[in-house]
Protein backbone atom coordinates (compact mmCIF):
# COMPACT_ATOMS: atom_id res chain seq x y z
CA UNK A 1 0.00 0.00 0.00
CA UNK A 2 1.68 3.17 -0.68
CA UNK A 3 1.39 5.80 2.08
CA UNK A 4 0.48 8.56 -0.51
CA UNK A 5 -2.51 6.94 -1.73
CA UNK A 6 -3.38 6.25 2.15
CA UNK A 7 -3.23 10.48 2.84
CA UNK A 8 -5.59 10.68 -0.25
CA UNK A 9 -7.57 8.44 1.52
CA UNK A 10 -7.38 10.24 4.50
CA UNK A 11 -7.92 13.36 3.17
CA UNK A 12 -11.00 12.48 1.76
CA UNK A 13 -12.15 10.63 4.90
CA UNK A 14 -11.74 14.15 7.15
CA UNK A 15 -13.54 16.11 4.41
CA UNK A 16 -16.53 13.31 4.37
CA UNK A 17 -17.03 13.32 8.34
CA UNK A 18 -16.34 17.07 8.52
CA UNK A 19 -19.36 17.78 5.60
CA UNK A 20 -21.30 14.72 7.20
CA UNK A 21 -21.62 17.33 10.20
CA UNK A 22 -22.53 19.88 8.66
CA UNK A 23 -25.35 18.37 6.91
CA UNK A 24 -26.51 16.74 9.88
CA UNK A 25 -29.29 18.96 11.71
CA UNK A 26 -28.69 17.03 15.06
CA UNK A 27 -26.70 19.25 17.75
CA UNK A 28 -25.36 15.95 19.13
CA UNK A 29 -24.68 14.26 16.19
CA UNK A 30 -23.25 16.99 14.74
CA UNK A 31 -20.58 18.07 17.53
CA UNK A 32 -19.74 14.20 17.14
CA UNK A 33 -18.93 13.86 13.66
CA UNK A 34 -17.15 17.46 13.89
CA UNK A 35 -14.91 16.32 16.64
CA UNK A 36 -14.15 13.13 14.97
CA UNK A 37 -13.67 15.02 11.71
CA UNK A 38 -10.51 17.35 13.97
CA UNK A 39 -9.11 13.46 14.51
CA UNK A 40 -9.38 12.66 10.91
CA UNK A 41 -6.93 15.99 10.45
CA UNK A 42 -4.91 15.15 13.07
CA UNK A 43 -4.26 11.11 11.40
CA UNK A 44 -3.78 13.26 7.63
CA UNK A 45 -1.02 15.16 9.27
CA UNK A 46 0.29 12.42 10.83
CA UNK A 47 0.31 10.39 7.51
CA UNK A 48 2.05 13.19 5.46
CA UNK A 49 4.34 12.94 7.88
CA UNK A 50 5.43 9.76 7.69
CA UNK A 51 5.14 9.87 3.96
CA UNK A 52 7.59 13.19 4.00
CA UNK A 53 10.28 11.05 6.39
CA UNK A 54 9.89 8.01 3.68
CA UNK A 55 11.43 10.70 1.25
CA UNK A 56 8.16 10.11 -0.88
CA UNK A 57 5.81 13.06 -0.97
CA UNK A 58 2.13 13.17 -0.81
CA UNK A 59 -0.47 15.72 -2.82
CA UNK A 60 -4.30 17.06 -2.57
CA UNK A 61 -5.89 15.06 -4.97
CA UNK A 62 -9.17 13.96 -4.37
CA UNK A 63 -11.62 11.25 -6.22
CA UNK A 64 -14.35 10.89 -3.85
CA UNK A 65 -17.62 13.30 -4.35
CA UNK A 66 -20.10 15.00 -1.53
CA UNK A 67 -23.24 12.80 -2.06
CA UNK A 68 -26.56 14.98 -1.61
CA UNK A 69 -27.82 12.43 0.84
CA UNK A 70 -31.83 13.56 1.63
CA UNK A 71 -31.99 11.85 5.36
CA UNK A 72 -29.32 11.28 7.87
CA UNK A 73 -29.25 7.39 8.13
CA UNK A 74 -28.15 7.92 3.92
CA UNK A 75 -25.44 10.55 5.82
CA UNK A 76 -24.36 8.11 7.73
CA UNK A 77 -24.77 4.68 6.04
CA UNK A 78 -22.56 6.58 3.26
CA UNK A 79 -19.85 7.46 5.92
CA UNK A 80 -19.59 4.17 7.25
CA UNK A 81 -18.72 2.58 3.75
CA UNK A 82 -15.80 5.30 3.87
CA UNK A 83 -14.79 4.57 7.29
CA UNK A 84 -14.80 0.47 6.16
CA UNK A 85 -13.12 1.22 3.04
CA UNK A 86 -10.23 2.89 4.66
CA UNK A 87 -9.83 0.59 7.30
CA UNK A 88 -8.87 -2.15 4.73
CA UNK A 89 -5.52 0.44 3.47
CA UNK A 90 -3.86 0.13 7.25
CA UNK A 91 -0.86 -2.46 8.19
CA UNK A 92 0.06 -3.04 11.52
CA UNK A 93 2.79 -0.53 12.33
CA UNK A 94 1.88 1.92 15.38
CA UNK A 95 0.09 4.90 13.81
CA UNK A 96 -2.03 2.74 11.51
CA UNK A 97 -2.88 0.75 14.77
CA UNK A 98 -3.73 4.05 16.53
CA UNK A 99 -6.03 4.78 13.30
CA UNK A 100 -7.66 1.90 13.05
CA UNK A 101 -8.81 1.75 16.53
CA UNK A 102 -10.37 5.73 16.56
CA UNK A 103 -12.01 4.58 13.56
CA UNK A 104 -13.35 1.45 15.27
CA UNK A 105 -15.15 4.10 17.60
CA UNK A 106 -16.26 5.77 15.19
CA UNK A 107 -17.77 2.72 13.39
CA UNK A 108 -18.97 1.73 16.60
CA UNK A 109 -21.11 5.32 17.58
CA UNK A 110 -22.30 5.63 13.75
CA UNK A 111 -23.55 1.90 13.97
CA UNK A 112 -25.53 2.73 17.13
CA UNK A 113 -27.12 5.93 15.69
CA UNK A 114 -28.35 3.60 12.84
CA UNK A 115 -30.56 0.89 15.54
CA UNK A 116 -32.74 3.81 16.75
CA UNK A 117 -35.13 4.64 14.40
CA UNK A 118 -35.08 8.34 16.16
CA UNK A 119 -32.22 9.47 14.78
CA UNK A 120 -32.98 9.53 11.20
CA UNK A 121 -34.52 12.73 9.72
CA UNK A 122 -34.39 14.91 6.49
CA UNK A 123 -31.50 16.33 5.88
CA UNK A 124 -32.01 19.99 4.18
CA UNK A 125 -28.32 20.81 3.11
CA UNK A 126 -28.64 20.11 -0.07
CA UNK A 127 -32.23 21.19 -1.39
CA UNK A 128 -30.79 24.55 -2.92
CA UNK A 129 -33.89 26.67 -1.42
CA UNK A 130 -31.11 28.93 -0.26
CA UNK A 131 -33.37 30.62 2.08
CA UNK A 132 -31.36 31.61 5.60
CA UNK A 133 -32.96 29.81 8.79
CA UNK A 134 -36.08 31.29 9.21
CA UNK A 135 -34.99 34.77 7.72
CA UNK A 136 -36.16 36.58 4.99
CA UNK A 137 -34.11 38.47 2.99
CA UNK A 138 -34.43 39.96 -0.25
CA UNK A 139 -33.17 37.48 -3.42
CA UNK A 140 -30.12 40.14 -4.06
CA UNK A 141 -28.78 39.56 -0.53
CA UNK A 142 -28.88 35.95 -0.87
CA UNK A 143 -27.11 35.91 -4.07
CA UNK A 144 -24.57 38.02 -2.19
CA UNK A 145 -24.32 35.81 0.83
CA UNK A 146 -24.73 33.05 -1.64
CA UNK A 147 -21.64 33.69 -3.79
CA UNK A 148 -19.25 35.18 -0.31
CA UNK A 149 -19.99 31.51 1.29
CA UNK A 150 -18.24 29.75 -2.16
CA UNK A 151 -15.44 32.19 -2.58
CA UNK A 152 -14.82 32.04 1.43
CA UNK A 153 -14.99 27.95 2.29
CA UNK A 154 -12.95 27.39 -0.66
CA UNK A 155 -10.63 30.20 0.66
CA UNK A 156 -10.77 28.58 4.04
CA UNK A 157 -10.26 25.12 2.94
CA UNK A 158 -7.33 25.88 0.45
CA UNK A 159 -5.49 28.24 3.25
CA UNK A 160 -5.51 24.70 5.66
CA UNK A 161 -4.10 22.92 2.85
CA UNK A 162 -1.46 25.35 2.05
CA UNK A 163 -0.27 26.22 5.51
CA UNK A 164 -0.42 22.72 6.37
CA UNK A 165 1.51 21.75 3.33
CA UNK A 166 4.26 24.43 4.06
CA UNK A 167 4.04 23.47 7.90
CA UNK A 168 4.74 20.36 7.27
CA UNK A 169 7.93 21.58 5.57
CA UNK A 170 9.35 24.10 7.71
CA UNK A 171 11.69 23.78 10.23
CA UNK A 172 11.55 27.67 11.56
CA UNK A 173 9.66 27.13 15.09
CA UNK A 174 7.90 30.67 14.63
CA UNK A 175 6.87 29.45 11.42
CA UNK A 176 5.65 26.33 12.09
CA UNK A 177 3.41 27.69 15.14
CA UNK A 178 1.90 31.00 12.74
CA UNK A 179 0.97 28.34 10.59
CA UNK A 180 -0.64 26.59 13.28
CA UNK A 181 -2.52 29.46 14.23
CA UNK A 182 -3.87 30.25 10.62
CA UNK A 183 -4.61 26.87 10.06
CA UNK A 184 -6.87 26.76 13.54
CA UNK A 185 -8.80 29.83 12.54
CA UNK A 186 -9.56 28.33 9.27
CA UNK A 187 -10.58 25.31 10.70
CA UNK A 188 -13.10 27.61 12.26
CA UNK A 189 -14.44 29.14 9.52
CA UNK A 190 -14.51 26.46 7.41
CA UNK A 191 -16.76 25.08 10.02
CA UNK A 192 -18.67 28.58 10.29
CA UNK A 193 -19.83 28.66 6.51
CA UNK A 194 -20.35 25.09 6.02
CA UNK A 195 -22.67 25.37 8.65
CA UNK A 196 -24.30 28.33 6.76
CA UNK A 197 -24.32 26.84 3.66
CA UNK A 198 -26.14 23.65 4.80
CA UNK A 199 -28.87 25.98 6.40
CA UNK A 200 -29.04 27.73 2.82
CA UNK A 201 -29.35 24.23 0.86
CA UNK A 202 -26.36 24.74 -0.75
CA UNK A 203 -23.58 22.31 1.27
CA UNK A 204 -20.82 21.51 -1.41
CA UNK A 205 -17.19 20.21 -1.10
CA UNK A 206 -14.86 23.32 -1.87
CA UNK A 207 -12.73 21.96 -5.21
CA UNK A 208 -9.56 20.10 -5.52
CA UNK A 209 -6.43 22.25 -5.17
CA UNK A 210 -4.13 21.85 -8.04
CA UNK A 211 -0.68 22.11 -6.94
CA UNK A 212 0.45 24.89 -8.32
CA UNK A 213 -1.57 26.37 -5.51
CA UNK A 214 -0.15 24.53 -2.81
CA UNK A 215 3.72 23.63 -4.09
CA UNK A 216 4.65 27.64 -2.84
CA UNK A 217 8.09 28.40 -4.54
CA UNK A 218 8.46 32.07 -3.36
CA UNK A 219 6.73 32.17 0.65
CA UNK A 220 7.49 36.02 0.35
CA UNK A 221 5.22 36.54 -2.49
CA UNK A 222 3.02 34.32 -0.89
CA UNK A 223 2.95 36.01 2.23
CA UNK A 224 2.19 39.39 0.11
CA UNK A 225 -0.19 37.76 -2.13
CA UNK A 226 -1.79 36.07 1.39
CA UNK A 227 -2.34 39.57 2.63
CA UNK A 228 -4.13 41.25 -0.61
CA UNK A 229 -6.22 38.61 -0.07
CA UNK A 230 -7.00 38.96 3.76
CA UNK A 231 -7.82 42.69 2.33
CA UNK A 232 -10.22 41.78 0.13
CA UNK A 233 -11.93 38.67 2.32
CA UNK A 234 -12.45 41.79 5.23
CA UNK A 235 -14.11 44.09 2.26
CA UNK A 236 -16.37 41.63 1.32
CA UNK A 237 -17.45 40.54 5.08
CA UNK A 238 -17.54 44.59 5.83
CA UNK A 239 -19.69 44.88 2.39
CA UNK A 240 -22.08 42.32 3.28
CA UNK A 241 -22.40 42.76 7.02
CA UNK A 242 -23.36 46.53 5.44
CA UNK A 243 -25.25 45.04 2.75
CA UNK A 244 -27.61 42.11 4.42
CA UNK A 245 -30.44 43.24 6.61
CA UNK A 246 -29.92 41.40 9.74
CA UNK A 247 -28.27 42.08 12.73
CA UNK A 248 -26.63 38.30 13.54
CA UNK A 249 -25.62 37.86 10.24
CA UNK A 250 -24.13 41.82 10.40
CA UNK A 251 -22.72 41.02 13.58
CA UNK A 252 -20.96 37.70 12.30
CA UNK A 253 -19.81 39.51 9.34
CA UNK A 254 -18.05 41.88 11.34
CA UNK A 255 -16.81 39.51 13.82
CA UNK A 256 -14.94 37.44 11.45
CA UNK A 257 -13.69 40.87 9.36
CA UNK A 258 -11.70 41.71 12.34
CA UNK A 259 -10.33 37.90 12.79
CA UNK A 260 -8.87 38.63 9.11
CA UNK A 261 -7.20 41.61 10.43
CA UNK A 262 -5.15 39.60 13.15
CA UNK A 263 -4.11 37.47 10.67
CA UNK A 264 -2.16 39.80 8.26
CA UNK A 265 -0.82 40.48 11.69
CA UNK A 266 0.64 36.98 12.00
CA UNK A 267 0.81 36.37 7.93
CA UNK A 268 3.43 39.68 8.57
CA UNK A 269 5.54 37.33 10.77
CA UNK A 270 6.40 35.27 7.74
CA UNK A 271 7.97 37.33 6.26
CA UNK B 1 -24.39 26.14 -32.76
CA UNK B 2 -24.02 28.62 -29.64
CA UNK B 3 -27.77 28.67 -28.90
CA UNK B 4 -27.63 27.23 -25.33
CA UNK B 5 -24.67 28.82 -24.13
CA UNK B 6 -25.51 31.16 -21.55
CA UNK B 7 -23.03 33.56 -19.04
CA UNK B 8 -23.61 33.36 -15.72
CA UNK B 9 -25.77 36.26 -15.78
CA UNK B 10 -27.12 36.67 -11.93
CA UNK B 11 -27.23 33.62 -9.20
CA UNK B 12 -29.47 31.25 -11.51
CA UNK B 13 -30.29 27.26 -10.77
CA UNK B 14 -27.69 26.57 -13.58
CA UNK B 15 -25.06 28.98 -11.92
CA UNK B 16 -25.72 27.31 -8.87
CA UNK B 17 -24.91 24.11 -10.17
CA UNK B 18 -21.56 24.80 -11.73
CA UNK B 19 -21.05 26.33 -8.46
CA UNK B 20 -21.63 23.15 -6.21
CA UNK B 21 -19.72 20.83 -8.29
CA UNK B 22 -17.95 22.26 -11.49
CA UNK B 23 -17.46 20.22 -14.80
CA UNK B 24 -14.66 19.05 -15.86
CA UNK B 25 -12.54 20.55 -12.85
CA UNK B 26 -9.07 18.86 -12.03
CA UNK B 27 -6.11 17.46 -13.61
CA UNK B 28 -5.93 15.09 -16.86
CA UNK B 29 -2.82 12.45 -16.69
CA UNK B 30 -3.26 12.48 -20.62
CA UNK B 31 -2.95 15.48 -22.05
CA UNK B 32 -1.29 15.96 -25.32
CA UNK B 33 -1.71 20.27 -24.14
CA UNK B 34 -1.51 21.75 -21.14
CA UNK B 35 -1.99 25.49 -21.15
CA UNK B 36 -1.50 28.09 -17.97
CA UNK B 37 -3.07 31.82 -17.98
CA UNK B 38 -1.70 33.84 -14.68
CA UNK B 39 -2.18 37.26 -13.33
CA UNK B 40 1.45 37.80 -11.95
CA UNK B 41 -0.10 40.78 -9.95
CA UNK B 42 -2.61 38.65 -7.84
CA UNK B 43 -0.75 35.05 -8.64
CA UNK B 44 -4.24 34.08 -9.75
CA UNK B 45 -4.07 31.38 -12.36
CA UNK B 46 -6.11 28.84 -14.72
CA UNK B 47 -4.76 25.66 -16.05
CA UNK B 48 -6.31 23.93 -18.78
CA UNK B 49 -5.78 20.60 -19.94
CA UNK B 50 -6.68 19.15 -23.24
CA UNK B 51 -6.20 15.35 -24.48
CA UNK B 52 -7.01 15.39 -28.89
CA UNK B 53 -7.70 12.97 -31.00
CA UNK B 54 -6.38 14.50 -34.23
CA UNK B 55 -9.26 17.44 -34.53
CA UNK B 56 -11.14 16.35 -31.86
CA UNK B 57 -10.89 17.14 -28.36
CA UNK B 58 -11.69 14.29 -26.81
CA UNK B 59 -11.47 15.57 -22.71
CA UNK B 60 -10.54 18.38 -20.65
CA UNK B 61 -9.85 19.94 -17.03
CA UNK B 62 -9.18 22.87 -15.70
CA UNK B 63 -8.13 24.46 -12.14
CA UNK B 64 -7.65 27.19 -10.84
CA UNK B 65 -7.09 29.58 -7.71
CA UNK B 66 -9.20 32.27 -9.02
CA UNK B 67 -12.63 33.50 -8.08
CA UNK B 68 -15.94 31.78 -8.23
CA UNK B 69 -16.49 33.66 -11.46
CA UNK B 70 -13.77 32.33 -13.24
CA UNK B 71 -14.98 29.11 -11.70
CA UNK B 72 -18.24 29.31 -13.21
CA UNK B 73 -16.62 30.24 -16.67
CA UNK B 74 -14.68 27.38 -16.55
CA UNK B 75 -16.64 24.73 -16.19
CA UNK B 76 -18.78 26.12 -18.72
CA UNK B 77 -16.54 26.80 -21.29
CA UNK B 78 -14.91 23.36 -20.60
CA UNK B 79 -18.69 22.11 -21.13
CA UNK B 80 -19.15 23.69 -24.40
CA UNK B 81 -15.52 22.68 -26.01
CA UNK B 82 -15.49 19.02 -24.43
CA UNK B 83 -16.06 16.24 -27.34
CA UNK B 84 -15.86 19.45 -29.87
CA UNK B 85 -12.99 20.04 -32.98
CA UNK B 86 -10.74 22.73 -32.42
CA UNK B 87 -11.83 25.04 -34.79
CA UNK B 88 -15.48 24.87 -32.53
CA UNK B 89 -13.18 25.46 -29.56
CA UNK B 90 -11.49 28.23 -31.55
CA UNK B 91 -14.78 29.79 -32.55
CA UNK B 92 -16.38 29.51 -28.49
CA UNK B 93 -13.65 31.42 -27.46
CA UNK B 94 -15.08 34.37 -30.11
CA UNK B 95 -18.78 33.85 -28.55
CA UNK B 96 -17.57 33.60 -25.30
CA UNK B 97 -15.63 37.06 -25.83
CA UNK B 98 -18.93 38.34 -27.47
CA UNK B 99 -20.95 38.23 -24.72
CA UNK B 100 -18.20 39.97 -22.10
CA UNK B 101 -20.73 43.09 -22.49
CA UNK B 102 -22.61 42.27 -19.99
CA UNK B 103 -20.24 41.49 -17.12
CA UNK B 104 -18.06 43.57 -14.83
CA UNK B 105 -14.35 44.45 -15.68
CA UNK B 106 -13.63 41.62 -12.98
CA UNK B 107 -15.99 39.08 -14.50
CA UNK B 108 -14.34 39.50 -17.90
CA UNK B 109 -11.03 39.24 -16.71
CA UNK B 110 -11.91 36.25 -15.12
CA UNK B 111 -13.40 34.97 -18.30
CA UNK B 112 -10.20 35.87 -20.34
CA UNK B 113 -8.29 34.21 -18.10
CA UNK B 114 -10.34 30.86 -18.50
CA UNK B 115 -10.20 31.58 -22.26
CA UNK B 116 -6.21 32.35 -22.18
CA UNK B 117 -5.59 29.44 -20.76
CA UNK B 118 -7.72 26.84 -23.43
CA UNK B 119 -5.61 29.28 -26.21
CA UNK B 120 -2.31 28.20 -24.15
CA UNK B 121 -3.20 24.61 -24.00
CA UNK B 122 -3.71 24.64 -27.81
CA UNK B 123 -0.55 26.36 -28.74
CA UNK B 124 1.26 23.61 -26.15
CA UNK B 125 -0.33 21.20 -28.34
CA UNK B 126 1.11 22.27 -31.58
CA UNK B 127 4.54 22.64 -29.98
CA UNK B 128 4.74 19.10 -29.00
CA UNK B 129 3.76 17.83 -32.48
CA UNK B 130 6.33 19.72 -33.87
CA UNK B 131 8.29 17.66 -31.80
CA UNK B 132 9.02 20.88 -29.66
CA UNK B 133 9.60 20.32 -25.81
CA UNK B 134 7.37 22.71 -23.53
CA UNK B 135 5.92 20.63 -20.29
CA UNK B 136 3.15 23.97 -20.31
CA UNK B 137 2.81 26.74 -22.40
CA UNK B 138 2.43 30.19 -20.27
CA UNK B 139 0.40 33.20 -20.97
CA UNK B 140 0.44 36.06 -18.79
CA UNK B 141 -2.16 38.22 -18.67
CA UNK B 142 -2.08 41.81 -19.47
CA UNK B 143 -4.84 42.81 -17.47
CA UNK B 144 -5.07 41.96 -13.69
CA UNK B 145 -8.74 41.08 -11.66
CA UNK B 146 -7.81 43.62 -9.10
CA UNK B 147 -9.11 46.04 -11.57
CA UNK B 148 -12.32 46.87 -9.37
CA UNK B 149 -10.65 47.18 -5.90
CA UNK B 150 -8.14 49.78 -7.60
Known sequence: MQMSKLYQAKHELWLSILFASFAINDKQIKRDLYNFSTIEFRHMKW???????SGDDYNYDRTKTLKKSETVFEVL?????????????????VLDTRM????????????????????????TAFNMKRTYADKELP?????????FLFEESYKEYELILVYAYMQ??????????????????????????????AKMGILA??????????????????????????????????SLSGAIEDDGLKRFFDFVNYQESYHIELMKRLL | MFENVKMPEGM?????????????????????????????????????????????????????????????????????VKNQNIDYGKKAISKMELKLGGLTPKQRICTDMVLEAFVASLINREHLLRGEKEEVHIIKMKESCEVESE
Open chain 1, 77 to 93: NHLLVELKETALLYSDN
Open chain 1, 47 to 53: VGGDVLK
Open chain 1, 205 to 238: LPRELHELTYKVKDIQKFVVDGIAEEEAAKEMCR
Open chain 1, 100 to 123: KTDENYIISYITALLEEKKNDAEV
Open chain 2, 12 to 80: NPEVLEHLMAPKNYGKLDDANGIGVAVDEKTGEYVIFYINTDGDIIKDVRYATNGCQDTVVVGSMFSEM
Open chain 1, 168 to 197: ARTENITHFNVFQDLIDESHFHLQSFGEMM
Open chain 1, 139 to 147: KEQIDALTM
